[in-house]
Each structure stands twice: as structure tokens, then as C-alpha cells.
């Protein structure tokens, strides 16, 4: 029910209730996963996770599975609100890189630009789609790399 009145709000929706509906998803909330921010023209995302109880791993860091999920729907969710809603915007795939143990809270930053919506409305324009990769970085506490995540993300133009 709320998935759908944001997804037909689309870019209209504040970005501050965005990341508190976000934030108390089922999934996100069980995890510990907090958005920290939606700028409002949802080019830039920020999103955290704290180190409790629930979300170790059987040697006291950060659950592999948290560390992909706090990346999981964000790159989507920027490139649907800043293409509209002539445009389908699937996450295809992942791959994820642990570099080192999150020991401490980490945090996941998504940018895009003018640059990259560009490239995808001209990849797109004659209806074909395009697949393309997006990295995002999980650090911890320090500024120190944890782990790297590859977004790999469909865009397509609707037919009319």
C-alpha cells in the first residue's frame, strides 16, 4: 500500500519521508538499517547500519547479508525519480567484495549526476535497453573500507 501512493508520488514525495518509510520497512528495521538521507532531488542518498546484537556474524562483525542490503534498492530508487515514469528501472544483479571486518557502524553514500542521467536517456532513446554497473562503497566508523558493492542496473524506455 505505501510502496504504491510513493511510487505514483514519485520525485514528489519528500525526501525526509521516503528514508523514514525506508527506514521502518520490515527488512531495513529487523536489520538495524537507517536512511540517513534523501536529498530532494533524490540525487544523493545516505544510508547507515550500527553493529548490535542481532546483526553480528558467528565472529562479532557486521552480517555479510546487512552489508548488501543496505545497498540493495538505492540506485533504483534515484534513477526512477529522476527519470520518471516513462522509463522501466529494474536492479539486475550484484556482486560484493568484503575488503574488511565492519566492526563498528558503516555507512553507504549514493551519488548520481547530470552525467549518468544523461548517458542512460541517450542509451535509451531509441527504446533499447541498457545495462550498466554502478559502484557504492561501504566504509565504517574510521573512513576505512569495509566492503565494495557493484550495482548492476536495467533501464529501458516505456513504449507509448
Do not use: C, H
Request: hydrophobic share 45%; net charge positive; aromatic share 14%.
Amino acid at each position: 500500500m505505501i510502496t504504491a501512493v510513493l511510487r505514483k508520488m514519485g520525485s514528489r514525495t519528500p525526501g525526509w519521508l521516503v528514508a523514514r518509510l525506508i527506514s521502518i520497512w520490515p527488512p531495513y528495521f529487523g536489520a538495524g538499517i537507517k536512511v540517513v538521507e534523501i536529498s530532494s532531488d533524490y540525487r544523493y542518498i545516505k544510508v547507515a547500519l550500527k553493529q548490535v546484537w542481532y546483526n553480528r556474524n558467528y565472529v562479532g562483525t557486521q552480517f555479510g547479508g546487512s552489508l548488501y542490503a543496505m545497498t540493495d534498492p538505492f540506485f533504483m530508487l534515484m534513477l526512477i525519480n529522476n527519470l520518471g515514469q516513462d522509463y522501466y528501472v529494474w536492479d539486475k544483479g550484484a556482486t560484493i567484495d568484503f575488503v574488511s571486518p565492519g566492526k563498528t557502524k558503516v555507512t553507504v553514500e549514493f551519488r548520481i549526476d547530470e552525467a549518468l542521467i544523461g548517458k542512460v536517456l541517450q542509451e535509451t532513446a531509441s527504446g533499447d535497453k541498457y545495462i550498466f554497473d554502478l559502484p557504492v562503497q561501504v566504509v565504517d566508523a574510521k573512513g576505512e573500507l569495509v566492503a565494495t558493492v557493484l550495482k548492476k542496473l536495467y533501464v529501458r524506455k516505456k513504449k507509448k
